[in-house]
């Protein structure tokens, strides 16, 4: 935990000073702060506020069109069309949101594997990836990370590779042969000097992990091989130790699989991995915690807590719809993000998560395992108060959203018979 | 309006005393009716229990059968021997597990005690679920030997699936285990998560079974006189049955065997008459061998009572049939045969305002005849005289009384009016997948029997009219047609929420249409033009006229130029745009470049992007800045002139469409002969070994990759040299390129090469052993071999083609039926999550407990349907604004 926020207020304090830097640098930023400064002047002269994203905008426009001297004219139009915009009270925001991220599900792709920015990389996309978000798995069906580098890292491709090495899981079937002598009941490894060269790899390290497994003795032999001999002789334990040696990690991250450096414009060097470790590849030296991003939304909820995985998820989603070509206001993925993690833990979008958790027990009744649902409502003495929209549909009443929300009633005089 | 209001439901269990208490009747005999077809007293069909017969009075209330009559009442079985309810088993078990035989505490030391009912208070404050915490002190006691009050040894208990309960490996009798949950007081119950206040453990071990009303289990008369009860009857007869042999075998001494055998069948009855598929047990059948629908299957899944009759519900005034297209409708209406207009009706109540008028349309009787030159009038179907009680008091008009329901019409009675034109329908198509496929439309009464919409609709409710039927409802309350009419008329969702954009706009025809009458400087002789603007009824001046070798001309420009308002100005550009590496913007060669300067078209071809549905921007814009109705209008009119433009100029395509100059053709074969020498030198190398693998590939993956990458290329080859000889004067290519239907890939597939057929993304590589098809060798990796369709659809596919062909068609297919039930799946889930969630007062987003979800809503409170494509404000119509002012 400490050594998470020291990072974090790290990040604060560089933000800032880059910032700062830029400020001295640049006049036009400069004259872009100061028309930001009047513009909130106005809007509290007003007692008004507009979000950030309008002001920014207006700040654009104003110096692109020189509406300078008619900023107040141009706030208070804005402040005008703002309030037009803005959603009503009382709509029913959820279902519409839930709404407009289903229906374009029916056009998605179901194909699973497509190829993705690096052609190398397979990545689960469409459909099946959006079910992944919204179901919050734990490990998503095909993990991999985008490794982005720090300094000298990204302009130099030999610290680079050094960099890819270091995270890449190498085990010792492939870097080495392996022969397995039946007679004696010995292995010989040979390693293979070029793998080992280019993976970095000195055979003193393979030595020192193989001393890790337990019952098998190595020795190196003057030809550069190594030679195993059993604890207890057997052919059952040659089998397992032969197992055991072939998946033996020598170097490398768990669960990244294959790497491959890329050079992209106006970056440098980025590391793309299949496979995603994401705590433990932040800690490599030379990856830019900063901008490492990975497609495991679990781990990044484990590793920058909730706030992260909120934004993960709406990136994860938005990326995927738009990717499909499919156009959906990020409003509706943001409240679906909020929902799946407003209690401070990344719950499913299913019977185990939120649906799972409501109070209504009419409202989970209906969704699915209605029976269970009931026994234990009534074991626990549970009270159904009826405020959600299921309960009072299968009541029969007039449900809590939009215009059934309004309490006003107006009162009619009436006719007189003729 | 409604009267009573449901405040709250509580769910409590039924304590043996309170079901004893709401009975009726004690049911003894398992017959159901005597040889007379009379109930018998004390039987499962009971008239205690309430009547089904329509005329037979309740013995308990005194109602009669129906609608508004008796509800049905219990009656209740006593069991002869306890047993287990299976729904229960696993609370049982815990209260077993974590309770001394002896003294019934929980087998925890006072500490502990303290410690969980702390932990239980906490996790009720969080607004937790206590579940975890009972599952960590029920693995506590099972670890406990002795009791820690009275020192009891308590041995392990098992359960054996489903209602069997152990202790050390010796059975339990229910008998027992029921004594042992009574001794469990009421303090030790909230540690097992059971809430004392409505239930004790001992209830779960029934001694006494509820029999439902007979309404719950109507028996059903067959044509040939003969009964047929309903399942829980069958079932409910089992279990009096066995009740009734143990009692007797109990009572007579009869062997312990014998009375154990009976009580586990008796078990065995009870359990499957809750719940026919518990795991363990065969399930009890019918006598044709169909499994009985026993209590659970009632209520569970998309058949079971709660998704299919409590969350969806059967309506009256409603109507299904078969849509078909009318351009001469506007988007906000639907045609309605008279049939339907004719048996739906509208309630209208009767003010002194309106009496003649309902009067006279009474007198006319249910199937009034139109005076000459109409083709409907509306009559009356029903009046309702007292609207306060509503019963029988509904009264059906016919020819012969009609003359005389109209006379005694009076203030304040409720005359049901059959559908006339300008009524607010609902009409809606499923898949019902966003709000949209539900909008409120004007009534207009047509002949046939279909409902008519208007093309532009289509894309809302994703209808086409190769079958499609569609659902139509009335709305029967002053409110709801006014919220109708306000919130749901389809001008209201021409902006879709889903992305701030036109969802409804041009499509096909219309677009090609436009395309045409735009394109360039087409100009059309004077009475073609003043044909097209009579299709929108133009009642202006007529646009400029060109004299041309003295004939009179107007541009196609000018006269889309009619529809749009004074004050519009755009540019942009339009979908055929060639997105060349140099734009020239105003002077583009291709017309691509729209300029709209104060409502004339200047520059630019109107296409998909100007009117089309999902990418409209001059559609977008008008509705932005003069509202949706007008936006209605322009939708209304565009369509027509572009209907109309594509009358006049034709348009049609043909085989010959297809047809390319041989020379052409001789090009794409070379290309596709290169690209299989391509692919064979690719496999040459492979063989070699020569070939270099990608960075973690292996050489077969290389491979495949680099020969997808030349086939692809191949086709895309041919593709362009066959849209080289395909030019505008093609409908086909017309229709591609402003976006109307089809993309230049399909051009191309016809004319040129249809290219690689794949499955599961990779080329064909399935069938025989080493080879897809015995007409090629084994081992044979060349581009004809893996499914490569070097035909164009015009020339024909080989045989082999043809096949490869059907193999990439069927996944496609396969694909679709899978995508649909997996993308319903997730929106059921997506919508059960977010069905709650309002925008409050004070503006934050939150759930019916109060829960705050968002503090604003989407970070900056601004409704998607409004935004501007996601973007909170119009900043050039501001713009606009501040520079004029």
Redesign the interface.
């Known amino acids: 935990m400490a050594k998470r926020k020291t990072k974090k207020n790290e990040v604060k304090k560089k933000d800032k000073e880059t910032k700062k830097e830029k400020k001295v640098a640049t006049p036009k930023k400069d004259k872009k702060m100061l028309l930001e400064e009047k513009i909130l002047k106005i809007l509290d002269k007003h007692k008004k506020s507009l979000p950030y994203s309008i002001v920014e905008d207006i700040v654009n426009i104003a110096m692109e069109k020189k509406l300078e001297n008619k900023l107040e004219k141009l706030v208070l139009a804005a402040i005008e069309e703002y309030e037009n915009n803005c959603i009503e009270p009382a709509e029913a925001c959820g279902i519409v949101a839930a709404q407009s991220i289903g229906e374009p599900g029916t056009q998605m792709t179901m194909r699973t594997f497509h190829y993705a920015g690096v052609a190398e990389i397979n990545v689960t996309l469409g459909l099946p990836r959006l079910i992944e978000i919204v179901d919050a798995r734990s490990v998503p069906s095909t993990p991999m990370m985008n490794i982005y580098l720090e300094g000298a890292y990204r302009v130099d491709p030999d610290l680079a590779e050094k960099v890819a090495n270091n995270i890449e899981m190498t085990k010792l079937i492939d870097i080495s042969d392996m022969e397995i002598d039946l007679t004696n009941l010995t292995i010989t490894i040979k390693p293979n000097e070029k793998m080992m060269k280019r993976k970095d790899i000195k055979i003193e390290e393979i030595l020192d992990h193989i001393k890790k497994i337990r019952k098998i003795k190595g020795e190196l032999q003057d030809d550069g091989t190594i030679k195993i001999t059993l604890d207890e002789p057997g052919y059952k334990n040659l089998l397992n130790a032969s197992e055991a040696l072939k998946n033996l990690k020598i170097k490398g991250i768990d669960g990244i699989e294959r790497v491959i450096i890329r050079k992209e414009p106006n970056e440098g060097y980025v590391i793309y991995s299949e496979g995603s470790n994401f705590e433990e590849v932040l800690k490599v030296e030379g990856v830019d915690p900063y901008r490492t991003t990975t497609n495991d939304i679990q781990s990044v909820y484990r590793t920058l807590g909730i706030e992260a995985a909120r934004n993960m998820i709406i990136t994860e989603a938005y990326n995927t719809l738009m990717e499909q070509g499919l156009n959906v206001d990020l409003r509706h993925i943001m409240l679906v993000a909020d929902i799946m993690t407003t209690d401070g833990t990344v719950r499913a979008i299913g019977r185990h998560g939120v649906s799972g958790e409501k109070t209504s027990v009419l409202s989970r009744a209906a969704f699915e395992i209605t029976v269970n649902h009931l026994l234990r409502a009534g074991v626990r003495g549970e009270v159904d108060t009826l405020k959600g929209v299921a309960e009072n549909i299968i009541v029969g009443q007039p449900v809590n959203l939009g215009t059934g929300s309004v309490k006003l009633v107006m009162s009619v005089p009436n006719f007189k018979k003729k | 309006m409604?009267t009573k209001?449901?405040?709250?439901?509580?769910?409590?269990?039924l304590s043996p005393k309170e079901i004893r208490e709401m009975s009726a009747t004690k049911v003894i005999t398992a017959d159901t009716y005597d040889d007379d077809g009379f109930p018998i007293n004390m039987g499962l069909m009971d008239t205690h229990l309430g009547v089904i017969e329509p005329g037979l009075r309740c013995k308990t209330c005194g109602l009669r059968a129906g609608k508004d009559g008796c509800p049905g009442h219990f009656g209740h079985i006593d069991l002869a021997m306890p047993v287990v309810h299976v729904?229960?088993v696993k609370?049982i078990r815990n209260c077993l597990r974590a309770t001394c035989r002896e003294c019934g505490r929980i087998l925890l030391s006072d500490e502990r005690l303290e410690f969980y009912k702390k932990e239980i208070e906490r996790f009720e404050k969080e607004g937790r679920?206590i579940a975890p915490l009972v599952k960590d002190i029920v693995k506590e006691c099972e670890n406990v030997s002795k009791c820690p009050r009275c020192k009891r040894e308590n041995g392990k208990i098992d359960l054996d699936k489903p209602t069997t309960f152990r202790e050390n490996g010796k059975k339990l009798t229910p008998s027992e285990i029921r004594e042992w949950l009574e001794k469990i007081p009421d303090e030790d119950l909230k540690f097992l998560?059971?809430?004392p206040?409505?239930?004790r453990p001992e209830w779960?071990v029934l001694t006494v079974l509820p029999v439902p009303p007979v309404t719950v289990r109507p028996s059903v008369t067959l044509e040939s006189g003969e009964r047929s009860e309903d399942d829980l009857t069958h079932k409910l007869v089992d279990v009096i049955r066995i009740n009734q042999r143990l009692q007797e075998n109990r009572d007579a001494g009869a062997p312990q065997l014998i009375v154990e055998d009976l009580w586990e069948l008796l078990q065995y009855h009870v359990t499957t008459y809750l719940?026919n598929q518990t795991s363990g047990i065969p399930p009890a059948r019918h006598r044709s061998g169909r499994p009985l629908k026993t209590l659970?299957q009632r209520?569970?899944?998309k058949e079971?009572r709660?998704?299919s009759n409590?969350?969806g519900?059967r309506v009256n005034f409603s109507a299904r049939t078969v849509i078909s297209p009318d351009p001469n409708l506007s988007i906000n209406e639907v045609g309605v045969p008279i049939e339907v207009a004719r048996e739906l009706t509208v309630p209208v109540r009767v003010?002194?305002y309106n009496i003649e008028w309902l009067r006279e349309m009474i007198k006319r009787g249910p199937n009034p005849k139109p005076p000459e030159g109409v083709k409907y009038i509306p009559g009356v179907n029903y009046i309702i005289r007292d609207p306060k009680t509503l019963k029988q008091r509904r009264i059906k008009i016919t020819e012969k009384n009609a003359a005389d329901v109209a006379e005694r019409l009076?203030?304040?009675m409720i005359v049901e009016r059959q559908l006339m034109d300008g009524d607010i329908v609902l009409f809606n198509r499923q898949p019902s997948?966003?709000?949209m496929s539900m909008m409120a439309h004007k009534v207009r009464v047509l002949p046939y029997k279909t409902f008519r919409l208007n093309l532009s609709v289509c894309p809302p409710y994703n209808a086409d009219f190769d079958g499609d039927e569609m659902n139509l409802h009335v709305v029967q309350s002053e409110e709801a047609r006014a919220?109708a009419e306000i919130?749901m008329k389809v001008q209201e969702h021409i902006l879709s929420?889903?992305?701030?954009?036109p969802i409804i706009g041009g499509i096909h025809d219309h677009i090609s249409g436009c395309f045409l009458l735009t394109y360039k400087d087409k100009k059309f002789p004077i009475q073609e033009a003043t044909h097209i603007l009579s299709a929108i009824n133009y009642r202006g001046k007529l646009p400029n006229i060109i004299e041309e070798n003295g004939k009179k001309y107007i541009l196609g420009k000018d006269i889309f130029s009619v529809l749009l308002p004074k004050d519009l100005s755009i540019e942009y550009k339009a979908k055929s745009c060639f997105n060349c590496e140099v734009c020239t913007a105003p002077n583009c060669p291709h017309d691509a470049y729209v300029i709209i300067e104060k409502g004339v078209l200047k520059k630019g071809v109107i296409d998909e992007k100007g009117i089309g549905a999902f990418k409209g921007l001059i559609l977008d814009k008008i509705i932005r800045e003069h509202g949706v109705d007008y936006g209605r209008e322009f939708i209304d009119k565009v369509t027509k002139l572009g209907i109309t433009a594509i009358n006049i100029c034709g348009f049609t395509v043909g085989i010959d469409d297809e047809d390319i100059p041989p020379e052409a053709r001789r090009q794409i074969e070379e290309g596709l002969e290169k690209a299989k020498k391509k692919i064979n030198s690719l496999i040459k190398a492979y063989n070699k070994g020569e070939l270099e693998a990608?960075?973690?590939?292996s050489l077969e993956e290389t491979l495949e990759?680099e020969i997808m990458r030349v086939t692809g290329r191949a086709r895309d080859m041919a593709g362009e040299i066959a849209s080289r000889y395909l030019g505008l004067d093609n409908s086909a290519v017309i229709m591609a390129k402003s976006g109307a239907r089809g993309s230049m890939l399909n051009l191309s597939q016809m004319s040129g090469c249809v290219g690689q057929q794949a499955v599961?993304?990779e080329r064909i590589n399935r069938g025989y052993r080493g080879r897809t098809l015995p007409h090629f060798k084994k081992g044979d990796l060349g581009a004809e071999a893996k499914g490569f369709v070097s035909s164009s659809y015009k020339k024909g596919l080989t045989p082999t083609e043809y096949f490869f062909h059907s193999m990439g068609g069927r996944e496609g297919l396969v694909?679709t039926a899978?995508?649909?039930s997996?993308?319903?799946y997730?929106?059921r889930?997506?919508?059960?999550?977010?069905?709650?969630?309002?925008?409050?007062?004070d503006?934050t987003?939150r759930d019916?407990?109060g829960?705050?979800?968002?503090f604003v809503?989407?970070?900056?409170?601004?409704?998607?349907?409004?935004?501007i494509?996601?973007?909170?404000?119009?900043?050039d119509?501001?713009?606009e604004?501040?520079?004029s002012?």
């Open positions: 409604i209001k449901i405040g709250r439901i509580e769910f409590t269990l729904g229960f609370y679920s998560n059971i809430n206040k409505v239930a779960m719940d659970a209520l569970k899944g079971g709660f998704r409590l969350s519900k003010t002194p009076e203030v304040g997948l966003h709000r919220e919130l929420p889903r992305f701030g954009g990608l960075p973690g590939r990759m599961r993304g694909d899978v995508r649909t997996r993308s319903g997730m929106q889930r997506l919508i059960n999550a977010l069905e709650d969630i309002k925008i409050e007062e503006c987003v019916p407990e829960n705050v979800i968002q809503y989407g970070e900056d409170g601004v409704d998607p349907a409004k935004s494509a996601g973007k909170p404000i119009y900043i119509k501001i713009i604004k501040v520079e002012s």
